[in-house]
């Protein structure tokens, strides 16, 4: 059985900076694709970014030039840099990996809170 940590949320300042990481443990599985998602309070959840096998990655209009998906294959890691941040950037972020091309599974979430 696979299992996901994530961390890195916070409170930080409009501008500000944070690096969100997904740290997935378990015996013998590989991380296909990987995706971060948020969802504000009153909102649906919604697709922020993802990163291929390949490592294409493809990102939602709101956070173009703002934020970047990475991997790090070795660590089982999946990161989520977030940069330039506002306050509507406000949400838990979640993040979902798709293990082996086989099944996904859902991280805890981790709050980002945009506020002066």
């Known amino acids: 059985q696979v299992q996901l940590v994530e961390s890195g949320g916070g409170l930080v300042q409009p501008e500000g900076s944070l690096r969100l990481s997904c740290v997935a443990s378990g015996n013998s599985f590989r991380i296909a694709t990987g995706n971060w998602y948020r969802q504000a309070p009153g909102k649906q959840r919604e697709l922020v970014a993802g990163i291929t096998t390949s490592g294409t990655t493809n990102y939602a209009d709101s956070v173009k030039g703002r934020f970047i998906i990475s991997r790090d294959n070795a660590k089982n890691t999946v990161y989520l840099q977030t940069n330039s941040l506002k306050p509507e950037d406000t949400a838990v972020y979640y993040c979902?990996?798709?293990?082996?091309?086989?099944?996904?599974?859902w991280g805890q979430g981790t709050q980002v809170t945009v506020a002066s």
């Open positions: 979902n990996l798709l293990i082996s091309f086989s099944y996904d599974i």
